[in-house]
């Protein structure tokens, strides 16, 4: 079986920053992606950011932009997204989500797996 969980949410004030973490565990072969997506209070779960592992290079949603940089520990299947200048419009339950490879009974088999989430909460 594969894990997923989220850590570094918190409540901060606006400008402020915070770095959540993302940590993959368990029988693993590979990983593919690792991305962050985010709902907030009445609204649909949205993309944030994505790193698909093949390149150094990672993709944002336009409102993260500039502000959020997401990175990637391969050693220890961790991703993180550091967030900078945070808006009160950034106050959401995160979310990691580990595309992936993992053992099953000597088998290589796909998985596709979201964490609990984490709290942002950024007011003043």
């Known amino acids: 079986q594969v894990r997923v969980v989220e850590s570094g949410g918190d409540s901060v004030h606006p400008g402020g920053s915070l770095r959540l973490s993302c940590a993959a565990s368990g029988v693993i072969s590979s990983i593919n992606a690792m991305g962050w997506y985010r709902q907030a209070p009445g609204k649909e779960r949205e993309f944030v950011a994505v790193n698909t592992g093949f390149s150094s290079t990672s993709n944002y949603a336009d409102s993260v932009k500039g502000r959020f940089t997401l990175s990637r520990d391969n050693v220890r299947n961790t991703a993180y997204l550091q967030m900078n200048s945070l808006k009160p419009e950034d106050t959401a339950v995160y979310y990691c989500?580990?595309?992936?490879?993992?053992?099953?009974?000597?088998?290589?088999?796909?998985?596709?797996?979201w964490g609990p989430g984490t709290r942002v909460t950024v007011s003043s």
């Open positions: 989500n580990v595309d992936g490879h993992m053992f099953n009974n000597s088998r290589v088999q796909r998985f596709d797996i």
